[in-house]
């Protein structure tokens, strides 16, 4: 799957830049600046951590429908969407996905207290319901989504060890090269958001090849 992964990722380079350019590098850098604003404004007791994290797990899981739907059309040979009808894809989904979230986010941060079980529930039907939200209703969304996670959950915690794996050397990597920096704060934030434009795409497709059922309507 990840050979299969790269060469869509080839094929869809050109309109990968351009969703990137208008999509994930503005969205990147608007969860960058809310997530430092929330540790200027909140004190320790206020859990500033909570917010910020909520801020990179959306960040992630708003841009999925974007990349999924490309994804979907070229294993199915469908015809290819254009730029415009993949940013709609965003803002058609967007409501639907933080609705859901929110709550799941919720018990997920709760259950951290019961050995993280509730806490890897929680947040791995935050990391598939984007991957189902073309269907018609919450009840179908939840539904596939929870489907997936009881066939899939060795699966589900192999990919989130992928995903984190992913992210940390990305951290990791953008802190060493730029620590030096004295406006490292701004540089930091842009590099971060250039990395995820060309990150999220392939961990998505990934991800698409995973989860995608022939049977599902796009």
Known sequence: MIKESLEMYNRHLIKIVMLSVLLVIPFTLFCYFATYYLYQQLTNDQYPNL????????????????????????????????VVELL?????HF????????????????????????????????????FYVSHNGVKDILRYAGRTMRNENIILFLDWLVILSVQALVWGGIMVAFANFE????????????????VFPLLIFYLTFRYHNNNESV
């Open 51 to 82: 917010y910020a994290l909520f801020f990179i797990v959306v960040n992630f899981t708003l841009i999925i429908p974007v990349f999924r739907r490309l994804a979907i059309t070229d294993v199915e040979d469908d015809e290819y969407p254009s």
């Open 88 to 92: 709609y894809e965003f803002i058609k």
């Open 95 to 130: 409501g639907v996905i933080l609705f859901l979230t929110i709550p799941f986010y919720i018990i997920g941060i709760l259950g951290s207290s019961l050995f993280f079980i509730p806490t890897f529930l929680c947040f791995s039907m935050i990391l598939l319901i984007p």
């Open 183 to 198: 406006n490292n704060f701004y540089v930091y934030g842009i590099a971060r958001a250039i990395l995820n434009s060309f």
